[in-house]
């Protein structure tokens, strides 16, 4: 079965870009199946689609962070990563990764467990 | 971007209530909806998608109806591994998704 973990700092200074890496075990990420994407979720709010990847290297991105958005691919190491620069505290959120597969499109079937990142001082 | 709009934002209930929980998209979507279920401190998890489709191995008391602008997501006799919050996305936008606010329901 198909897992998703995140990793990265759990504090991120303002200004300053923020990186996390999901690593993918139990299927290939270049398999050509599935997108992998980001999602984030304030303390207490909603969720925020960030922006996808198929394994080609095609992003997408929501418009609403695409100027600070970069999402990468390592089919090396099963491994696809967020970089999200100049961040702010609104950027403080529980940042997951997820996939969703070529015939269910737009539709997240596994996550990853998620993981806290603080924008502070 | 489509915004969805989830109502209510919270509910009280008992268990073995049926539960409806409605999700509108400000423009047409056609069948194009999802609906996931988070516990604190986990991942969401998909419920059911294409508006009414159960996702393999969720329990039949969940359903969904709903095409174009109104959506619902019905738990027809609940359980208490069922007090959570409630997710709509769409994804007709795709690939620009989005979310609902979320259902948080809650212990009577």
């Known amino acids: 079965q198909v897992q998703l973990q995140e990793s990265g700092p759990g504090l991120v200074k303002p200004s300053q870009t923020l990186s996390l890496t999901c690593t993918v075990s139990?299927?290939?990420?270049?398999?050509?199946?599935?997108?992998w994407s980001w999602i984030r979720q304030p303390a207490g709010k909603g969720l925020e689609w960030i922006g996808r990847?198929?394994?080609?290297?095609?992003?997408n991105y929501n418009p609403s962070l695409k100027s600070r958005v970069t999402i990468s691919v390592d089919t090396s190491k099963n491994q696809f990563s967020l970089k999200l620069s100049s961040v702010t505290a609104a950027d403080t959120a529980v940042y997951y990764c997820?996939?969703?597969?070529?015939?269910?499109?737009?539709?997240?079937?596994?996550w990853g467990q998620g993981t806290l990142v603080t924008v502070s001082s | 971007a489509i915004r969805m709009t989830q109502s209510p934002s919270s509910l009280s209930a008992s268990t073995g209530d049926r539960v409806t929980i409605t999700c509108r998209a400000s423009?047409?979507?056609?069948?194009?909806l999802a609906w996931y279920q988070q516990k604190p401190g986990k991942a969401p998890k998909l419920l059911i998608y294409?508006?009414?489709t159960l996702q393999s191995g969720v329990p039949s008391r969940f359903s969904g109806s709903g095409s174009g602008t109104d959506f619902t997501l019905t738990i027809s006799c609940l359980q208490s591994e069922d007090f959570a919050t409630y997710y709509c996305?769409?994804?007709?936008?795709?690939?620009?998704?989005?979310f609902g606010g979320g259902t948080k329901v809650e212990i009577k």
């Open positions: 294409a508006a009414s």
């Open positions: 423009q047409g979507i056609s069948s194009y």
């Open positions: 996305q769409q994804y007709y936008s795709y690939p620009l998704l989005t």
């Open positions: 990847i198929y394994t080609s290297g095609s992003t």
């Open positions: 139990g299927g290939s990420i270049s398999s050509g199946s599935y997108y």
């Open positions: 997820a996939r969703y597969s070529n015939y269910l499109l737009g539709i997240f079937d596994y």
